[in-house]
């Protein structure tokens, strides 16, 4: 709801934490960490750089984080008081791009290439077992690119997108849905909606036809929207979220899916994987 338009003493009503970008710390292991961010991206690594240094005490955590300067960089002293409590398992590599450091692998974006001359020269990137990474899009599609290349698998590098690399474009999924029907089943009820455009998506028409779904981003980032096809055929434009397990277990981004077939049925109750 917009800030204009709330009033003191109304009810709003929120959703739970969405997304499952992170990692369940277990006391027993013993883990060697990477997490890559870019500015604001240091907001969900803290938490996950915190709890598994603290849940896990044998294992090691190093952190690469890019700012414009130190003065920008946010959770500084966080970052610092982590680093203080845990001297020998948490290793932070910083780097500005408009600040001169003493060494010129530290100065610049962090960037394919910039990963590349630190394994080549500072980090053996094949040896950590989990590499989460989060900031602007191109840094995370040239870091991911560039760990893939290092010798990382892709199973054990996570990324987590605020939003989609540009302005949304017309679909390219070459369907014809105008017209089409569609069963959505929520709360333990099925619905039948209609597509009135080929690139309109499931929750596009839906939400047109009065339907309470959940979604957040419309950009195939956030999986708020996500949902299980039970039946019939969906194809999706774009998927930043959900994982290849997702994808073979019957999940979809409803604000990206287009029906192939004329029964579908899409579940927003099952969301049985996370």
Known sequence: MPANTSRQGMTLEVMVPQGHFGYQPQAERQ??????????????????IATTLQTEPESQFTLIYGNRTSQSMMFRQALADLKDKYPQRFTV???????????????????GEKL???????????????AFICGPA???DETEAALKALGMPDKTIHLERFNTPGTRVKRSVNVQS??????VRQDGRDREIVL??????ILDAALRQGADLPYACKGGVCATCKCKVLRGKV?????????PDELAAGY????????????VVVDFDAKGMA
Do not use: W
């Not at 979809?252 to 029964?263: F, G, K």
């Open 178 to 183: 105008d017209g089409q029907k569609v069963t």
């Open 252 to 263: 979809v981004l409803s604000c990206q899916a287009l029906p192939l077939t004329s029964d």
């Open 196 to 201: 009135n455009a080929d690139d309109e998506s």
């Open 138 to 140: 191109a840094m995370m």
């Open 116 to 130: 590349q001359s630190l394994g080549a020269s500072l980090i053996n990137f094949r040896l950590y077992d989990e």
């Open 235 to 243: 194809a999706m434009e774009t998927n930043y979220s959900l994982e």
């Open 93 to 111: 590599v910083v780097h500005f791009s408009q600040e001169t450091l003493d060494s010129d692998l530290l100065h610049g974006r962090i960037d």
């Open 31 to 48: 883990g060697r960490y990477l997490a890559i961010a870019a500015g604001s991206g240091i907001t969900p690594m803290l938490a996950i």
